[in-house]
């Protein structure tokens, strides 16, 4: 547990002191990189991956693209054509997606809320996609935010090969050609809360959500498939109609159109926005249906960036006070999910295991035995 909090409190006292200190920056980013990157045991997925990238050498794998996304199963064989163990070629992967989303987070946010956005997105973000780490979705918000140039110089041929691209890795990604047509787009602040209030009630059914996504992406090869494959899957589609954190993203959501002036007079400041308030949708949409909460992980940048920009809309008293809310909000709810299970406790680390060779069973078993947390099953 102290290692997750150390980083997140940290953030706090780099973003009370000011730090501009370009060498600590880099210490600090480097150390955080070290902890998310190296995990060793943590995390639920991972054992899957492994299966996978052992049995990507098999002289017959066409069985792996019935359950793998193309580009995925291409990127892993690659690798173990190499001669690369399964967890350099983990930790290789997730330092180059770590590299895009430091360097995203720095170009959208400002620098003297850079580490306000930061916290929020450790807490929120970070720890779920790099230590529990959802590998293809991974992949596929990394060339997200590679193609951000194109989104931006509205250069839709490149932006839809890395839309493709990013579907080759996760079927998520075609949220992709949604954001596109949003991305320049402006409403008055009248109808964006009016269509919040309308989608948060519409999203409270989850038959009505299938639907809407099925008639949308039926016809997109692949994506079909998965939208009924998820509709059947009890546990993907289990969500919650009502949680805390509905409660602290709608508060998040009043805030943000409350410093909708603040934001968009910041570089890309209305591109910021957009996205911010359709974040905000997204995680209504995946509170109700789980699987659907990885469309709202390729903008969290963009709604951290608005969490820190919005902290200068308030006068000098106030700020304190929404410091810490974010403080709350980020540490609060980070607790209650790393005790959750034993996926995030006890933390170890691939460096400190070097001189070991544990099996894939004791590597698997590993948390649940060592953990005071209920076992993953």
Not at 83 to 98: D, E, Q, R
Not at 119 to 133: G, V
Request: hydrophobic fraction near 50%; charge should be positive; charged fraction near 15%.
């Amino acid at each position: 547990m102290f290692y997750y909090l150390f980083f997140l409190f940290c953030c706090i006292f780099l973003f009370v002191i000011k730090e501009k200190e370009q060498k600590l920056t880099v210490f600090f980013l480097l150390l955080l990189c070290f902890f998310l990157c190296f995990g060793y045991t943590t995390g639920s997925d991972w054992p899957t991956y492994e299966n996978l990238y052992e049995a990507s050498t098999d002289e017959d794998k066409s069985y792996l693209f019935l359950f793998f996304e193309p580009g995925f199963v291409f990127y892993i064989k690659l690798f173990k054509s190499l001669g690369i163990a399964f967890f350099p070629f983990l930790i290789f992967t997730k330092i180059l997606v770590y590299i895009v989303v430091i360097s995203s987070l720095k170009f959208y946010c400002p620098k003297n809320t850079f580490y306000l956005s930061l916290l929020f997105y450790i807490s929120w973000y970070a720890f779920f996609l790099f230590i529990d780490n959802p590998l293809r979705n991974f992949i596929a918000i990394a060339i997200f935010l590679r193609s951000l140039k194109y989104l931006r110089e509205r250069r839709f041929i490149p932006y839809l090969f890395m839309t493709l691209l990013a579907m080759s890795f996760h079927v998520s990604a075609v949220i992709m050609l949604i954001l596109y047509y949003f991305a320049n787009k402006s409403y008055k602040t009248n109808n964006i809360v009016f269509f919040y209030i309308v989608t948060n009630i519409i999203l409270l059914s989850k038959d009505l959500i299938f639907s809407i996504v099925n008639f949308l992406f039926s016809s997109v090869p692949i994506v079909g498939a998965k939208i009924e494959g998820y509709a059947a899957d009890n546990v993907n589609a289990e969500g919650k109609l009502l949680s805390m954190g509905l409660i602290v993203h709608t508060l998040i959501f009043i805030l943000i159109i409350l410093g909708r002036k603040r934001i968009e007079i910041q570089e890309n400041g209305k591109l910021i926005f957009m996205f911010s308030i359709l974040s905000a949708i997204l995680f209504r949409l995946g509170l109700t249906i789980t699987v659907f909460g990885r469309f709202q992980l390729y903008i969290t940048v963009f709604y951290v960036a608005a969490i820190g920009i919005i902290y200068y809309a308030f006068d000098l008293r106030s700020r304190v006070f929404y410091l810490l809310f974010v403080s709350i909000i980020s540490i609060i709810p980070c607790v209650s999910y790393l005790i959750k299970d034993s996926r995030y406790i006890p933390y170890t680390n691939y460096m400190f295991f070097l001189d070991t060779n544990l099996t894939l069973e004791q590597r698997e078993s590993y948390n649940n035995k060592n953990s005071d947390f209920k076992s993953l099953e």
